[in-house]
């Protein structure tokens, strides 16, 4: 866990196994956005809105996948997202850390079809990041769902605005998510966090220490088959809408 009082920015940008921000990949990307030549708030506001929207929200083979693999997965959850956009941040010097939970694997229900929660723990491993920017920590977690697939679920429930939980979402009010970065902090899930295990330098040192959801036959199965199912559940939502 991290340190606060020890802690230099250096700590913060620096790049891991899983922040590969050299990867030719990953600063391609930054080359051709122009990233590199915005100033802070844009390159925060560009980069969020690229992982939010661009990179769509998906179920990939493991939480601890380096961000090059989620770029070229093209679709991501909490912990892989975050993965991609703490490396992205830490690219262009700006300082990002991880925060990690658990969420209840109620919110999910819709995303994934119910026959699933049979395989799935109660509780289910989930992260945001914290972007230190103008002075303070922010916490970005609004990123994880993209915006087509959540006017979707909108559309579905048109007179939802107070607590709403599901299709991968949990929420104070489902029409109006604090999921846009306008300099502060952005949420779509944090209404379904359990646990809270405090900041870390790094999603590594969160893996190494806390594991990943599933494990053994549940593991192997998850990754040759189950995701793919989740994912064209959610592909079709995204497609043609909640019946």
């Given at each position: 866990?991290?340190?606060?009082?020890?802690?230099?920015?250096?700590?913060?940008?620096?790049?891991?196994?899983?922040?590969?921000?050299?990867?030719?990949?990953?600063?391609?990307?930054?080359?051709?956005?122009?990233?590199?030549?915005q100033?802070?708030?844009?390159?925060?506001?560009?980069?969020?809105?690229?992982?939010?929207?661009?990179?769509?929200?998906?179920?990939?083979?493991?939480?601890?996948?380096?961000?090059?693999?989620?770029?070229?997965?093209?679709?991501?959850?909490?912990?892989?997202?975050?993965?991609?956009?703490?490396?992205?941040?830490?690219?262009l010097?700006?300082?990002?850390?991880?925060?990690?939970?658990?969420?209840?694997?109620?919110?999910?229900k819709?995303?994934?079809?119910?026959?699933?929660?049979?395989?799935?723990?109660?509780?289910?491993?989930?992260?945001?990041?914290?972007?230190?920017?103008?002075?303070?920590?922010?916490?970005?977690?609004?990123?994880?769902?993209?915006?087509p697939?959540?006017?979707?679920?909108?559309?579905?429930?048109a007179?939802?605005?107070?607590?709403?939980s599901?299709?991968?979402?949990?929420?104070?009010?489902?029409?109006?998510?604090?999921?846009?970065?306008?300099?502060?902090?952005?949420?779509?899930?944090?209404?379904?966090?359990?646990?809270?295990?405090g900041v870390?330098?790094?999603?590594?040192?969160?893996?190494?220490?806390?594991?990943?959801?599933?494990?053994?036959?549940?593991?192997?199965?998850?990754?040759?088959?189950?995701?793919?199912?989740?994912?064209i559940?959610?592909?079709?939502?995204?497609?043609?809408?909640?019946?």
């Amino acid at each position: 866990m991290a340190d606060n009082t020890t802690n230099t920015a250096d700590n913060y940008l620096a790049t891991t196994r899983m922040l590969d921000y050299r990867h030719p990949a990953i600063q391609q990307l930054i080359q051709q956005r122009g990233w590199h030549q915005q100033d802070t708030r844009q390159q925060i506001a560009e980069v969020y809105r690229f992982v939010r929207d661009e990179i769509r929200f998906g179920y990939n083979a493991d939480d601890s996948l380096r961000a090059s693999e989620v770029l070229s997965d093209g679709y991501g959850q909490c912990n892989t997202k975050g993965t991609l956009l703490m490396a992205l941040l830490r690219a262009l010097g700006i300082p990002a850390r991880f925060h990690g939970f658990t969420i209840y694997n109620e919110l999910q229900k819709g995303a994934i079809p119910l026959w699933m929660f049979a395989f799935a723990p109660a509780r289910i491993l989930h992260s945001w990041v914290e972007i230190y920017y103008d002075g303070r920590w922010l916490e970005i977690e609004g990123y994880i769902i993209d915006q087509p697939y959540l006017q979707q679920v909108q559309k579905a429930f048109a007179s939802e605005c107070e607590a709403f939980s599901g299709y991968g979402i949990a929420t104070p009010c489902l029409q109006k998510p604090q999921n846009d970065w306008l300099g502060g902090n952005t949420y779509i899930q944090k209404e379904g966090i359990a646990d809270d295990y405090g900041v870390y330098n790094t999603p590594d040192e969160f893996y190494a220490a806390m594991g990943t959801n599933l494990r053994g036959f549940k593991r192997i199965l998850y990754r040759c088959l189950l995701r793919h199912l989740m994912n064209i559940n959610v592909r079709k939502i995204r497609r043609a809408g909640i019946r």
